[in-house]
């Protein structure tokens, strides 16, 4: 980790450890967390469990973890829900071999004990973190390889905090760039000519294609906690967009930055917290799920996790931001494009709904009752001869698909309906992504979070013209890991598989699939740790999914 980062999280635990010397004593029946145990167990909280329960636990995909639910339950039976994991996703931290005992007693014992609070982020502080590595004008004009950088697949090598670029073409490692911590996900920027990565450090890391090796040519820390970011996708009557921005969305603090999409340069700051779109409750922890560019207009879609809300950003004119808010519902996740990209929909996954957004008449189109915590990633989109145009989501809790119509002009019956569902085999639900290509025959989801090590080895296709379950792709059980997350290539005539194994080279490997379904190449080098999130360029610029 850079000095930096070391600093400002030195400074993050220095707050936590005054604001925990300031709260009032604990309940008697819990042990004291001594300064050591209150630092390391801090880190732990925020890596393994702020991502679905929150930094302040008023929970989200997860449930609430405030006091008056954790000290009744007490450290024995927290010891156990943490240890053995839920049947509604939550993973087994103890069966899997992620914490050890000692760790899961000391999480236990945390969360019987007020939150500390976390550090507000500031653009002084921001701007205090950027660093353009390689300026703009030094950068190349044209691309200075040969390779066919649209079919560059960007992995996210999770646990080692970098991203390996791969030529799809010929499958060698192009380069491999070192970026923020556990990175979440990669998106490129309009023409794909860069990446832009984003850590759950909040570090977003710029990577330009055409250098010979691709380079990171800038970066800077936007917030403490995030998960998304985008690029500015539109050029049309309004102006030339492409390039132009990128946003990111803030878990801790709540908010979003408008940076310069070619050097990262900290534009404009908004808060979200807000008042949630039901109750009216005040949520000062009101996170910004998935972000989505429009093609057609110089909009951002924003998702606001706690309060439900959708923002329509209008970054046409940055100084003077127009933000439609619609009232959708909680707790929204992520979300992708129906085929004609005027429709977006989102999973609200603690309500088992998906909320459909009408991005042209900027309202609501439909709250659609789905399975048990939908969770799509951006979904699929296929065409099917009865409902035609469908979009696809699976569940956390369930193990069925969800087929949604998407046409409201000549499938009108169907629009906005779960019109079909699929089934993959065994009881438990645990799939977190969706995806297709329309040139493939499939769909494949995958089900990282299931608790059987037999169910999260595979994953699940289906036949995009029946529906159905055809078979499971099984990882070879030579690696140790769990499928996660699938792309296409380019062509839509190669399936891409991660397996999420731990940091030992046996145990992760890219899996890469042909249209029949063969496993024709694996790719298991020693830089290949912790594959998570894999991006193919051209798939991501143009949202094919
Ligand atoms: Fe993700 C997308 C949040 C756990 C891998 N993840 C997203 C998005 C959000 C999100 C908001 C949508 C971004 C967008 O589209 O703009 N993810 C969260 C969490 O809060 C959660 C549940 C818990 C956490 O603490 O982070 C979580 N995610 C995971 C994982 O455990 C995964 C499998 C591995 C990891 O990195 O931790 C993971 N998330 C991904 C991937 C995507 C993603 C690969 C992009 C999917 C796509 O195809 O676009």
Known sequence: MKSKTWLLLAFWLACLTVTW????????????????????????????????????????TGPPLTLDKT???????????????????????????????GEIDLLARFLQKEPPAPPEMTMEKMKASWKVTVPPEKRPK????????QNFMGVVLRDVGKVAIIDGDTKELVNIIPTGYAVHILRPSATGRY????????????????????QMVAEVKACYD???????????????????????????????????????EPMRLMSTSGYTCDTGDYVREARVASIVASHHDPMWVVNVKETGHIWLVDYADIKNLKISVIDAERFLHD???????????????????????????????????????????RGANLVHEKYGPLWCTGHLGDNTLAFIGTDPVKHKQYAWKMVATAQMPGDAGGNLFVKTHPKSRWLIADRPLAPDPAMYDKVYVFDKKTLQFVKALQVPAKYKGKAVHVEYNKDGNEIWVAVWGNTTKASTAMLIYDENLNLVKELNADWMVTPTGHFNVYNSVHDIY
């Open 21 to 60: 010397a300031q709260t009032p004593g604990p309940p008697a029946a819990v042990p004291d967390l001594t300064p050591d145990e209150q630092q390391k167990v801090s880190h732990m909280y925020f890596d393994r469990c702020a991502g679905c329960h929150g930094v302040l636990r008023k929970g989200a």
């Open 71 to 101: 000290v009744p339950y007490g450290t024995q039976v927290l010891k156990k829900f943490i240890s053995d994991g839920t049947e509604g996703g939550m993973p087994g931290f103890g069966k899997e071999g992620t914490l050890s005992e």
């Open 142 to 149: 044209e691309p200075m390889h040969k390779r066919n950088w």
């Open 195 to 214: 990446f832009y990565s984003i850590g759950r450090d909040g570090k977003i890391t710029l990577i330009d294609l055409w250098m010979n090796p691709p």
């Open 226 to 264: 995030a998960r998304s970011v985008e690029s500015s996708k539109y050029k049309g009557k309004l102006g030339n967009f492409l390039d132009k921005y990128i946003i990111v969305g803030g878990y801790w603090p709540p908010m979003l930055a408008i940076l310069d999409g070619q050097t990262l």
């Open 335 to 377: 979300g992708g494009w129906e085929s004609t990209k005027r429709y977006f929909l989102v999973a609200a996954n603690m309500r088992n709904k998906v909320a459909v957004v009408d991005t042209v008449l900027k309202k609501l189109v439909a709250l659609v009752e789905v399975g048990n915590k939908p969770h799509p990633g």
